[in-house]
């Protein structure tokens, strides 16, 4: 299965994706390839403060996330690939000085971003809305940007604000936050899974469809549960 889909960046993330959420090994050529390939869609029509871009074909119909939640706005994608494209730069660990300093300057203008936004009042740990606050955090948790221990504080004390009925959050989209909170060591992320773990284990005995999302998502929680 190939892993850079020179058409798509949606594609070439969740392919990516979906090997490192299974552990499937990666030769240190691949890794390059797919870094390479990633920075050359920095700056791109479509970026967002700077980030790697969408291509043409993605902004010509609606995306999923890696859990399967729909991002339906073109600057909803643009952001939320952004922050997962950088965020898959840092798990690739490619040594090329070309990505490191890509992945720097893709880093710097979404720094600005954040200080720009916190100076105005905004709240550390979100930014736009929640459905890319969550990817945020996912960039933050894979050791992204600055004062990631902060903002993801700032962002979870949201988030238990957020609490609605049935062990799940409003707003939020429930299992990309599950797959974020999932990355983040820290008690309170803990604590907002444990507060979820009745509507897993609810969505975990229903039948199996078989779909890679719901392969993903069984995945997950089963994760979930055994640590929470």
């Known amino acids: 299965m190939p892993l850079v889909h020179r058409n798509s960046l949606v594609a070439t993330l969740d392919a990516l994706d979906d090997a490192l959420f299974f552990d499937r090994p990666l030769s240190a050529a691949q890794r390059d390839q797919i870094s390479e390939w990633i920075i050359s869609r920095l700056g791109q029509p479509g970026s967002y403060r700077g980030m790697p871009a969408p291509t043409p074909e993605d902004f010509k119909t ?136 009745r509507a897993l284990e609810r969505a975990v005995r229903r039948p199996a469809s078989g779909d890679k999302y719901d392969v993903r998502r069984r995945a997950l929680i089963e994760r979930v549960l055994a640590k929470v």
């Open 62 to 197: 609606s995306a999923q996330v890696f859990t399967g939640e729909w991002v339906r706005s073109g600057a909803g994608l643009g952001h939320v690939l952004g922050e997962e494209a950088c965020r898959a730069l840092i798990l690739l660990k490619s040594q090329k000085p070309e990505v490191k300093a890509a992945l720097k300057s893709a880093s710097a203008e979404m720094i600005r971003g954040l200080a720009e936004d916190e100076s105005r009042g905004g709240n550390a740990g979100l930014y736009c809305c929640r459905r890319c606050s969550v990817a945020l955090w996912r960039h933050l948790a894979a050791g992204g940007l600055k004062n990631a221990e902060r903002r993801l504080a700032a962002g979870i004390r949201v988030l238990k604000a957020s609490r609605g009925e049935n062990s799940r959050w409003n707003t939020f989209p429930f299992y990309y936050t599950v797959l974020a909170l999932n990355d983040v060591g820290l008690p309170s992320a803990r604590a907002e899974l444990r507060f979820a773990a």
